[in-house]
């Protein structure tokens, strides 16, 4: 799993960043001479003393107690004050403004930071304090060759201001939501910060981590487009709640997700003599296995594909889903009845929900029936849940099983987090169609 | 009043001792030169006594008692007071009856139990036997088919065995309470009572399974178990105690369905009542059974669908609700 790299100080543990002792500071130039660059850059020491005063620390502040909660990073954008970082840092501040309020540490002290936008798909949140920053990092669009050296800015773990090297790796392919790989240790605190080249210039927004050296970053043409988009149409009202942009951006991203699978045919992937639902999508990653045990009687063969990403709405609330997985079951040896209780333990287990609290969802309801998929009886399950904060989003799980074989079967379960009904129900539907068998 | 009366002495609404008076005059107090003693402290030695006027009428006359004496309907203190049936007195903290021999007594109850004497099915010797097995061999069968694991035989039996055991020691605590209030055993009825019960907890899984799959029915199945469970309890204890008490079957049966009423409303209301908690579980049923057993058609991929807006509705007005 991913995971995203604010900190929460209430869990925070002491942990020592992994640091390579065997590289000095001194080495990238002393590799430079072989293949000088057409402009010699300066030495990155000097570069990142003079530009160590654009990036600073976000501290969300808990009211009541009056200290920080979490922290990340963030950097200035523009001589305003206009600064990036990202959406999960400052969530608390989008679903519970009269709890908490954010402040940017920069060396010298603190300022008040006011939110302007985020942009919760590609977890942006574009903040601005009152003190102007003549210091700050233009944001061109600039792409690097794979390999190139990137330095990621932040401040992990609450240590100070932190420069790590890693290697630029092109964007992740295939992804939901646009990232870059980025090879090297991004750690807690960090997020928010920038991503630079040697020259200085802002290549992504450093967001998350899989651990082992893998880190992500948001490419640097989504920050543009969110201060653009701001600075283009400011708010009027300072105060103004920011649940509605989001909830325009979740019904945006969801319609666009919807468009994008229902624009492709939904391949079919062979199953013993079933067809299921295949690799619907190239931002799906699709894995299978059999448990290979001698000694169960019976054997079950997974086919599971995912988008393995999800959008952050807060920290136990995700959405922007779409999973699915099929368990195809067998068996010489067991007798109808001995199956159908095998089929009935497969059945009662459901899939992974995605995380949401009470304050976030309501209970599901189902409804269960059997329903002839071509000609294929199928005992299908649908169970939906509406989304309170954003009305007209909706968690989807579809189970079915089907029913046409006394000792095999496939049992399949689809979920959907954050679409709206209509496209829930319409993705629901072509995936129930993918079912078929062949004999 | 009669020649001769009964004089009998309250406990409550029953009868603490009965005496025949037959000639007159009677004496009643605390001493032993009485016709009637009375071991109440706070009657006196020689309190009252009970005599025949010169007009024949039977009188009752206080003899200068301490405490005095009292007719009770309506309460009033009285030196002489003449009989009337039914009449009562009372001294001290005892109360006194005067009844005459014409006294009408009530209807005879009958007796339900008496007149039945034909055995039941479950007392004969061959239920006893047939169910015990039957108990057995559907046990071992559900162990069987629910187990889609290699079959383990040790497992199994015992899977067999421990019912039959249960209701053994079940059928024993009865046949105690049988010996104690009806100097009977009573082993083997208790024993395939218990027996059937447990039968019947076997079964009202499979059958609520075979409901909710075959007839794709989910309304209230739940409900439905637990009033089943329920039923199954009220039908055991009622034949249960009917070899323990000897209470009328109409009352008993009453009090037993009254109970489980109220167990049932208790333990509903406040499931009722209460907020749903927040729960991300799916809640529909699970039962699985080969797809020979499906009595409910198929529908087609577009009512399935269409079906779906109420549900879309129903999870709206939850958000709404908060």
């Known amino acids: 799993m991913i995971v995203l790299i604010a900190v929460a100080l209430l869990a925070q543990t002491p942990v020592v960043a992994p640091v390579e002792p065997g590289v000095p500071p001194g080495a990238s130039e002393a590799a430079r001479p072989e293949a000088p660059p057409p402009v010699l850059p300066p030495a990155t020491h000097e570069l990142f003393r003079k530009i160590q005063g654009r990036v600073a620390q976000v501290r969300i502040i808990e009211r009541r107690s009056g200290t920080k909660s979490s922290i990340g990073s963030a950097f200035f954008v523009s001589a305003q004050g206009h600064a990036i970082t990202n959406y999960h840092v400052v969530s608390d501040l989008v679903l519970h403004p009269e709890d908490y309020t954010a402040e940017l540490e920069r060396g010298a002290g603190t300022v008040l930071v006011r939110l302007l936008d985020v942009d919760v798909v590609h977890d942006l949140a574009l903040i601005q304090t009152d003190v102007p920053a003549p210091d700050f990092f233009p944001l061109d669009d600039h792409e690097p060759a794979q390999g190139t050296r990137l330095f990621a800015m932040g401040n992990p773990r609450d240590l100070g201001t932190t420069i790590v090297e890693g290697t630029y790796n092109g964007l992740v392919q295939d992804a939901l939501y646009e990232r870059i790989h980025f090879t090297g240790a991004i750690n807690p605190g960090m997020s928010g910060g920038p991503t630079l080249t040697g020259e200085g210039r802002v290549v992504g927004i450093n967001v998350s981590t899989l651990g082992n050296q893998v880190g992500f970053l948001v490419p640097v043409a989504h920050a543009r487009a969110l201060l653009a988009r701001v600075l283009q149409a400011p708010r009027k009202q300072v105060d103004e709640s920011l649940l509605p942009s989001v909830h325009q951006q979740l019904l945006e991203n969801q319609q666009r997700l919807t468009e994008r699978l229902l624009a492709s045919p939904l391949p079919q992937q062979p199953l013993d003599d079933y067809r299921v639902p295949g690799r619907w999508s190239s931002f799906l990653k699709c894995w299978g296995d059999t448990a290979h045990e001698p000694d169960t009687p019976y054997t079950v063969t997974n086919y599971q594909c995912s988008s393995e990403e999800d959008i952050y709405l807060s920290s136990n609330h995700s959405t922007g889903v779409v999973s699915y997985l099929h368990q195809h079951v067998s068996s010489r040896e067991l007798g109808a009845l001995r199956f159908a209780s095998l089929y009935s333990s497969l059945y009662s287990q459901d899939p992974d929900s995605v995380p949401a609290t009470r304050e976030d969802v309501t209970n599901f309801r189902c409804q269960s029936e059997f329903v002839d998929v071509g000609g294929l009886p199928v005992r299908a399950s649908m169970c939906l849940r509406a989304y309170r904060r954003f009305p007209g989003l909706y968690d989807l799980v579809l189970r079915a099983a089907t029913l046409n074989a006394s000792t095999s079967g496939v049992d399949s379960s689809l979920t959907l987090a954050g679409f709206s009904a209509d496209n829930a129900r319409k993705l629901a539907r072509r995936y129930l169609e993918g079912l078929s068998w062949t004999k | ?322």
Not at chain 2, 40 to 60: F, I, N, Q, T, Y
Not at chain 2, 156 to 168: F, M, N, Q, R
Not at chain 2, 213 to 242: E, I, M, N, P
Request: aromatic fraction near 10%; glycine fraction near 8%; charged fraction near 20%.
């Open chain 2, 1 to 322: 009043m009669d020649e001769v009366i009964f004089l009998e002495v309250l406990e409550g609404d029953g009868v603490q001792a009965r005496h025949r008076l037959e000639r007159f005059p009677v004496s009643v107090g605390r001493g032993y030169d009485n016709d009637i003693i009375l071991d109440d402290p706070k009657v006196s030695a020689s309190h009252l006594r009970v005599e025949r006027r010169e007009d024949g009428a039977l009188v009752v006359r206080d003899l200068g008692s301490q405490n005095g004496t009292f007719r009770v309907d309506p309460w009033a203190p009285l030196a002489e007071v003449v009989l009337t049936p039914d009449a009562r007195v009372a001294l001290g903290d005892t109360v006194l009856r005067f009844r005459p021999r014409s006294h009408k007594v009530e209807d005879t109850v009958i007796a339900r139990m008496a007149e039945s004497p034909r055995e039941r099915l479950f007392e004969q010797p061959r239920a006893f036997t047939a169910t015990l097995l039957v108990l057995v061999f559907a046990c071992l069968v559900s162990g069987y088919v629910t187990n889609y694991q290699r079959t383990d035989w040790g497992d199994l039996l015992t899977s067999g065995l421990i019912p039959l055991g249960v209701a053994l020691l079940w059928a024993g605590g009865w046949s105690l309470a049988s010996r104690i209030s009806r100097r009977s055993f009573q082993f083997r009825t208790h024993a395939t009572l218990g027996g059937l019960m447990l039968l019947g907890v076997t079964l009202v899984p499979a059958a609520t399974a075979t409901l909710g799959f075959s007839l794709s029915w989910h309304w209230g199945l739940g409900f439905l178990t637990k009033v089943a469970y329920l039923g199954l309890l009220v039908w055991g204890l009622f034949w249960h105690l009917r070899y323990v008490t000897r209470w009328e079957p109409v009352r008993l049966l009453r009090v037993l369905v009254v109970g489980s009423g109220v167990f049932l409303l208790l333990t509903y209301i406040p499931t009722l009542l209460a907020n749903e908690e927040f729960s991300p579980e799916l809640d529909f049923s699970r039962s699985m059974l080969p797809p020979s057993f499906r009595v409910a058609r198929t529908q087609s991929l577009d009512a399935f669908f269409q079906d779906s807006a109420q549900l879309q509705k129903d999870v709206d007005s939850l958000a709404k609700e908060e």
